[in-house]
């Protein structure tokens, strides 16, 4: 029996669309379920978590853009407008992925 069930995967991004009111974490533009794309905050390819404390809603212009880098190595379309809508956990981990300023 699989955890990972097409009706809880929809449950989980009806549950991240619902943090940023059904707009894109980075550009702000509204999505639908359909349109949109699950991005990890941190990336799993830099050892960010899998789970949603690491997830937001993204439009797939800006899932793609950002790629692989931390918030602080792509510049998003405009300023990070629902970036204080962010899952707490998912900020708390990009900040500790970003590297010490010298």
Do not use: F
């Amino acid at each position: 029996m699989s955890l990972n069930t097409p009706a809880r995967r929809r449950r989980r991004r009806i549950q991240l669309l619902a943090v940023t009111a059904w707009r894109c974490a980075y550009c702000s533009r509204k999505i639908s379920i359909d349109s949109m794309t699950v991005d990890h905050v941190v990336p799993r390819a830099l050892g960010g978590a899998a789970g949603m404390a690491n997830q937001v809603a993204a439009c797939q212009p800006c899932n793609v853009a950002k790629g692989h880098k931390l918030l602080g190595e792509w510049k998003p379309p405009q300023p990070l407008p629902l970036v204080a809508r962010m899952p707490r956990q998912a900020l708390l981990a990009h900040r500790a992925a970003e590297p010490e300023a010298a």
